[in-house]
């Protein structure tokens, strides 16, 4: 038997599941670096004989510098910057950090949509409405007569009373979804058809 949530690295789920923890750790490492001072607390001091550490920490510390198409100068991503915005406008982010992380919905849906493995099963109807969810700035929009098949996942029915409602919780509770939730829906879609492939 497999290990819960340890995607098959030859399977399309994979990748998503991956970015999708990365945006999630960056979230938290964002609003922890947003805090006054805290620079000089996780200031780490390699041992001064050991130049090449040194300078390899000096590099994952950034600044991240992106090329632009058209422009000559680098844009400067700097963490510190994100950080304090991150933590400064934190109620109003956060929202959009919980619709884009939803996104490997998306992504689940999209690489698998025209395979000869999906099929109309109340799993792969979930998928296939979270996705238009998220579509649709997070929220169930149905039309033509949707949702037409049972779709359905761990006790969520997805039903026509679902309209206009947040497809994923927020921190009042309002919403279905759970932010393990993605991860846990492509795994059990993942485990409950295995030939599907890349």
């Not at 960056?26 to 090449?52: C, S, V, W, Y």
């Not at 998220?134 to 039903?159: C, D, L, M, Q, T």
């Not at 393990?180 to 059990?188: F, H, K, R, T, V």
Request: aromatic content about 10%; overall charge neutral; some cysteine.
């Amino acid at each position: 038997m497999t290990q819960p949530y340890s995607f098959n690295r030859g399977k399309p789920f994979y990748p998503i599941i991956m970015s999708y923890t990365f945006q999630l750790h960056a979230m938290t490492e964002l609003a922890i670096l947003g805090i006054p001072g805290i620079e000089r607390k996780l200031e780490f001091h390699p041992d001064p004989q050991n130049e090449e550490m040194k300078d390899l920490i000096e590099k994952l510390k950034g600044p991240l510098n992106l090329k632009v198409t058209g422009d000559k100068n680098m844009m400067d991503l700097h963490s510190l910057k994100a950080a304090s915005e991150f933590v400064q406008n934190f109620s109003y982010l956060a929202k959009f950090q919980i619709i884009s992380a939803s996104h490997c919905l998306v992504m689940g849906h999209e690489v698998t949509k025209d395979k000869a493995y999906r099929n109309k099963d109340p799993l792969w109807e979930f998928l296939r409405h979270c996705r238009n969810a998220v579509a649709h700035n997070g929220v169930f929009r149905f039309s033509n007569n949707e949702p037409k098949y049972n779709a359905e996942w761990r006790g969520i029915k997805i039903e026509k009373s679902m309209e206009g409602r947040s497809l994923m919780k927020d921190q009042n509770g309002n919403g279905y979804l759970n932010l393990g939730d993605p991860i846990a829906l492509l795994w059990d879609i993942e485990e409950g058809y295995p030939e599907i492939t890349i």
